[in-house]
């Protein structure tokens, strides 16, 4: 029996990979569904996460970068609106005193931040500079 030479491009590490990758890929989506859609199975037990915010917030308090520092304000902002839209996703109606506990949480982590960044931890400049070549 003849077999048949591979001749693309990519070594035979990389195509496992790619094969690997797109099995995740589909598991994924057979739980949670297509985006866009409603999903057709529960990843979080929402009744128990709202009912103590400080639990997201544990974990944000323990997202760092990679030399340890805090991040930008506007990286715990978007992490926040990354939650919401896990609430929207799966039809969850957010009570009241856990928006406004979470929204106490997050000014003071925003503060954090904005206070580490004012103490030269960090970047300190945002947007456009100039190329130094």
Known sequence: MLSRKYRGK??????KNVYLFQQLRDKVTEFL???GSTTNKKTVIFDQFVADPK???????KR???NGGLMKPSVYKS????LS???WRYEFQVPE???SRLKTYMDGIKRLANKARQCGEGNIEDGKRPLNF
């Open 79 to 82: 992490y926040r609106a990354s």
């Open 55 to 61: 639990i997201y917030v544990d974990y944000l308090a």
């Open 85 to 87: 839209f896990l609430f």
């Open 97 to 99: 005193q856990f928006s």
């Open 10 to 15: 990519n070594s035979v590490e990389e195509r």
């Open 33 to 35: 569904g297509t985006p």
């Open 64 to 66: 760092r970068k990679g």
